[in-house]
């Protein structure tokens, strides 16, 4: 796993547990707090999907260039081996 993805999931599991313990010691009602928690664990869900999707994309992105990479050294290669 990358720094950068390793930076994020503690980030995420701070920021929950940050959230839950805020709202299980606040002094409300059981079914405020069962509200409260299951809209932080939603909003939390989308958060975490949309961090997911944008770490999905960089590692494609670093994917396909590096490949792209290879694909041409492997061509370079070609050419001089033809040319001997």
């Known amino acids: 796993m990358s720094n950068t993805g390793k930076q994020l999931g503690i980030f995420l599991l701070g920021a929950t547990a940050g959230a839950l313990m805020g709202i299980l010691l606040a002094p409300d009602k059981g079914s405020k707090t069962r ?16 961090e997911l999707e ?7 992105k670093t994917v396909d ?3 792209e990479q290879v694909k041409e050294g492997v061509d370079s290669m070609k050419k001089r081996l033809s040319v001997k």
């Open 35 to 50: 509200d409260k928690l299951l809209k932080t664990s939603s909003d939390m869900k989308h958060k975490f999907e949309e």
């Open 54 to 60: 944008d770490l999905k994309k960089g590692y494609n």
């Open 65 to 67: 260039k590096n490949l």
